[in-house]
């Protein structure tokens, strides 16, 4: 008895976001399909990696073949750093009886204010890409 598998060469050169990888650094980008046998991929990921990996491994929906996937990790990561200041702002008031001089008080607030900025400068940023896809 003869196992049908799916033909998955309308994969080939078109886009797939990576979904799973040994590098976890990969997960989430875009790679482009360079060769397909049977249900493995041969893909070339937007950093530059090469490597083989299956279709169970990949998001392949018609929408995200047509053109590259839009990913930014820079954007993602200034949203990790402005969490980890956000977080460093708020252990340093967390205790009630924290005392400090008017200047310590007059600093924690601009890199209060800096942080918000930046905070609404990127839901700006993320506002905008939104409404072009």
Do not use: C
């Not at 053109?67 to 977080?87: A, C, N, S």
């Not at 252990?91 to 924290?98: A, C, E, G, P």
């Amino acid at each position: 008895m003869k196992i049908k598998t799916k033909d998955y060469s309308y994969l080939k050169d078109t886009y797939v976001e990576i979904a799973r990888s040994d590098n976890d650094f990969n997960i989430g980008l875009q790679a482009l399909v360079k060769e397909v046998v049977g249900d493995n991929l041969y893909v070339e990921v937007e950093n530059g990696e090469i490597f083989w990996t299956d279709v169970n491994s990949v998001y392949h929906e018609p929408d995200t073949r047509k053109h590259p996937i839009i990913t930014d990790v820079g954007f993602y990561k200034r949203f990790y750093y402005l969490q980890q200041e956000i977080q460093g702002l708020s252990s340093k008031f967390r205790d009630i009886n924290t005392e400090m001089s008017p200047w310590e008080i007059e600093g924690w607030m601009m890199m209060a204010k800096t942080t918000k900025q930046s905070f609404e400068a990127l839901i700006d940023e993320a506002a905008e890409r939104m409404e072009k896809q």
